[in-house]
């Protein structure tokens, strides 16, 4: 089984941004904790701010990969070319949010992404993606 | 370790559905298969359409147990009351969603319960519950 | 043939409320009228304050009844939870409603049980019920 | 006796359109089965697509007939003028939709023409009319 | 000096719809009150409760009256297309409403065909048509 | 007979606004014309850029004045109390704005105070006042 | 003089929300306090978290009580069916919010419930109920 | 091949509307350029102020014409009706706009009859209706 | 203890206005109701309409006072300056409406003065001044 | 002549997605088929995922081309950034869209990119791409 | 070069205010560092609590003055005289917000007043009047 | 002190666009005159129309730079990942717009990205950088 996991953007500065809502762990920390709480070879990870970048990503999935994890950051609530994309992408996709964007500022509540994926969660910050790679794996199966 | 698990409205008729949204399992099904899949004992099941009923349950879960996992069904979009009742208790909290509720209707993408939990789960079916379970396991740690 | 009759919140006090909406008719009278006008022993009455004992008589009319007529008071304006429950419901429904909504506050003039029903009336007062029994009839046959 | 039943814009057209929400009556069958199932006498029929033709006939109504029946069709969600003329007839007035306006579009959930009248039924195809004869029948006496 | 009054929908009834918005008087006596008041020949009375009729004499008008005063009635709401015909019309136009629209419900606050004239008056009841007769020989000279 | 013409905020500046919606005259001008219109001695004008001189006057209006005419500039707009005061004020009012408000930008289309008035005239702009007179002269009649 | 006290959902857990609003009394604690400021012997206290049970309480308050207080809680802001049960509670009503809901978030602005009632105070914590009794005595004299 | 082009509202005004949304073709100029662009005897020409008659043609096209062009004009925004006949009529359908709808007034954004056409264009003047024939041909074949 | 009492717009009017709102007391009634109930020399009464008066003695109260109580009338509902004056203002602040304006016009549900103030009270009409004064005691003690 | 035809996210993905809105031709047999329409030398064809790189092919359009045909996909809907871009760019510009976006969601519904285009196009699939260069053509000529 | 300078209701007690938003400055500070980074004899201050004064020395600044500089405070997101006093001002016009307003409550992220002026800035405190000053200097020349 | 200015997309292009609202000012002539205005050496500027590098830029600013002035273009409008990026920018930011949005379209009167910087300055065309600069070298201070 091979996972891509796709990060958008802002996430890499994952560690500098407000404690409350994100912890304190970077980008690279979570990388590790999800290879070492499951096997090292199975997943690549992709994190860009660039929306076209991330499209070309999820435009690739499908062929390469039997499972997609993806935090859209920012292009979550904006995106309707990453919601168009995902929507085209026929594999199983699991959308995942640091924080729980439900107790937020109004425009971050709605994710246009979301309903394009098979589910989403939202608020359990690194652990999240770990139920992810777990999901995936039950959808797969 | 104990966890409650709080099904709302209608969850009792899982199984008869639509099953786009749904799946065909019965909250019966859904409940053995938490259990085969982590210990038995663990677990206490509520399941009751009463509004008050429900808030009776969250009110008493902090005191008896050491997380709460919620599926609100049609109460998560109109009760104040259900969400000022998580606010006061002082657990880990998982609200999970059977269907993906941002794919639905207009009035389902928006939990008014949900900013009051950890987090939430939306899409994964059967699966949703078991992530829960991992998911509290692990903030519990 | 059997037919469930359910009535919502503050319907027990039908003649104690306005009467330019209401009339004066109450509901042990307008049950009168209904057994009169059809026959005596087709009909059961079901009348709660309580949105979840309202649900739990939805659940179970379709496999005790061949027709539900429900009015559902001041719950079809703000109960996702019923309207989940007549979904569920495989039997002819009829929703009734002794004003005419759509000539009152703003907030009554969206039922969000309606959709989830055949069909329903609005404003007829007590004949509303009588019409939804015939209705009923023709539906069935 | 006597009923003027008035249907507005593209209800000729009854049974070429979709059916899931009209059923497969044509207009001309509908008359028929009201005449059968009532007197044949008493009903005028007038059908026009042409909101001030509507607005003309509802006019004359109060000094030639005893009951109106309205189905107004699209002009219910756009036409004050013809919420106007309903406001100053004085006879008993029903209005009918063939199909459940608040399960389709948003722009159908409301009837501008609807609190003008007694009262309203939607959603129960020909057998709406049947039961606004009878409604009307019960509020004349 | 030649004036085209037009009237729209339900204007042909008035002194039978509610008195508090609308007087007593009949278009008739209006008629009369504004001949008697200013002079006899100098005007065309027109009234259709028909949108197209209606447009058709808007169109016509700048070629043969130096003036156009016109009660929109319920199509002031709803009719862009009286708007349009409005906006063409070269001569002097002002639009007359009965009742004081601010003051009743909320969709009769707007006129969409107002802001194609010259101006309105609204609340003066039948003295509105003469202020209104008034104005125009004030703008013409 | 006596009448009291109020003009507030900025209207002391007219002939310095934009052409296009206020023409070249200024207040003074007007007050000349509506004097020489009709009779001299009948009129006060008062004029105010501050909401509560303004109340004040229109609190002193009934016991002193046949009639009033009000112009309330961008407080129209904006103030209940200015609304309120008219409300309390028993004499024949009517409200003047000297543009078409409803050609102008969405925040002036709606008067909060207009519905408080007997009615009120938009876009003739120096002759709307000579219309409000003549208009007060046949209510008061 | 009877007074009946209704606390709505939550209001049982008093102490344990947060203190910025609520500061740190028990319900206990105001029901001794009260008690004490005025005479013992003539307060009923009802809580609930079940929708259903308030209204049942409402419908028997008025041939039981000389007044009622209630402080609905979350279903202030939803339930349409309490305030139908309010408006027909012939007796004096007072409706008691402990923080200021103005101040709180969007949802908690409005009480759907307070226009049924004589009036309500919302901001004063326990005091707020010994006033709501200062003022049923002054209404009810 | 036979196409039914029919234009609505003031559009048989053409040429004397402001030059910058609609150029300054008449209406029997566009003609003349669509029957030399195409054949000369494969269209008909309807235009009509009345919504009534312009359903009545849309009725009757089906059977008669190959294709359908319209240009709803004003009633585009407005019209259910026009809308609901267009979605029962079974021919190429293709709605034109002179001006691009996107760049003028809120309220001519939305054509609510566009939906119930294959396609619609907006903006490119009398061309519009040459690419419209151009498109029913590609469509037809 | 000295107490500032602030009444806004119109409320020296008081008695003229609509009884059904406001009953029949004058202010000065009022004024001699509080000072008979309470002490005679701990009140300072000050009404304007105009609010920037008001502002002026919203910015002096805290030096001078112990406590304030405001009826801020009509600017309750428009005043962002009012608002900002009380939030600087640090001393007991009570805001009375003699309404109960939750149940009257739209626009004045919300009040944007009352989230600066420790609470507030509507709908009690004279005793709701008697209120305050009791609740400024209790806040001060 | 020269013409740019721009084509952004997702467009490549052509053929794999939903077959009801887009029918089932790849964006290469869309270029072929307009290359044989029309002449084969007079195309540049330009696809990108990327908001940016679709902004920096706008702003060198006029100076390289006489003619400029864009299908901005999701970004029609969300692009303020492309709006501008298009504003400037001074050359002929149609906007096309493969499905009819009036029928199907509704954030897809306005284009915000449209009104600074001459003219759009939607719902023809392919052939709205050879219709905008037919209007292409008559525009330059 | 003369420059008057306005500040709105409530900016006297500057310093009282909190101060995340406003700084610890006093107004009377803020005159003087302008005073002393500019030359002293340049600057006339004004502060009012009261709109119509503002309007009043809005209404003079163009004989007297070069520039304008205006805090409208509160008045900034309800005065439309405000908005109009400065639509008429023929000078150079700067509007300065101390805290940044697009951070702060929902109301206050648009002013009415600044489309009226050359540009505003928010955000800056006390420095913003500087760069005001130094931004005049530059429009001046 | 080193300071970067950032220019978002299509101001490249500055002096291309409409000459109200932007003036005449290339991008590189504003480059000049900052530079001329202060000192030579100390600014790095970078223009882009890609959102990513954009966003890429401003994660790169803090450690390297002093201040930073950014100018948003279109983005400012709809771009959370922008802002999300300024938001953990920990450096002196000043937001700029050439033109005064508040005076433009609705959708630009909002900037999502202004409430992430120290402040904002709009309206004073390349002016506005200048007094930018001014201000970031008063906040380093």
Same mark, same amino acid.
């Given at each position: 089984?091979?996972?891509?996991?796709?990060?958008?953007?802002?996430?890499?500065?994952?560690?500098?941004?407000?404690?409350?809502?994100?912890?304190?762990l +970077?980008?690279?920390?979570i990388e590790?904790?999800?290879k070492?709480?499951? *096997?090292? #070879?199975?997943?690549t990870?992709?994190?860009?701010?660039?929306?076209?970048?991330?499209? #070309?990503q999820?435009q690739?999935a499908?062929?390469?990969?039997?499972?997609?994890?993806?935090?859209?950051g920012g292009?979550?609530?904006?995106?309707?070319a990453?919601? #168009?994309?995902?929507?085209?992408a026929?594999?199983?996709k699991?959308?995942?949010?640091?924080?729980?964007?439900s107790? *937020?500022? #109004?425009?971050?509540?709605?994710?246009? +992404?979301?309903?394009?994926?098979?589910?989403?969660?939202?608020?359990?910050?690194?652990?999240?993606y770990?139920?992810?790679v777990?999901?995936?794996?039950?959808?797969?199966?």
């Amino acid at each position: 089984m091979k996972i891509l996991i796709i990060n958008g953007p802002n996430l890499n500065l994952l560690g500098q941004r407000e404690k409350s809502n994100y912890g304190e762990l +970077t980008l690279t920390k979570i990388e590790e904790i999800i290879k070492s709480e499951y *096997r090292d #070879d199975i997943f690549t990870f992709f994190q860009s701010n660039n929306e076209g970048e991330i499209i #070309d990503q999820i435009q690739n999935a499908a062929k390469n990969y039997d499972g997609l994890i993806i935090n859209p950051g920012g292009y979550s609530h904006t995106s309707v070319a990453i919601r #168009d994309a995902l929507e085209v992408a026929k594999l199983p996709k699991v959308e995942v949010h640091l924080s729980n964007i439900s107790a *937020r500022e #109004d425009f971050r509540h709605r994710s246009i +992404t979301a309903p394009m994926t098979d589910g989403y969660l939202s608020g359990f910050k690194e652990k999240g993606y770990l139920a992810a790679v777990y999901l995936i794996g039950k959808i797969v199966k």
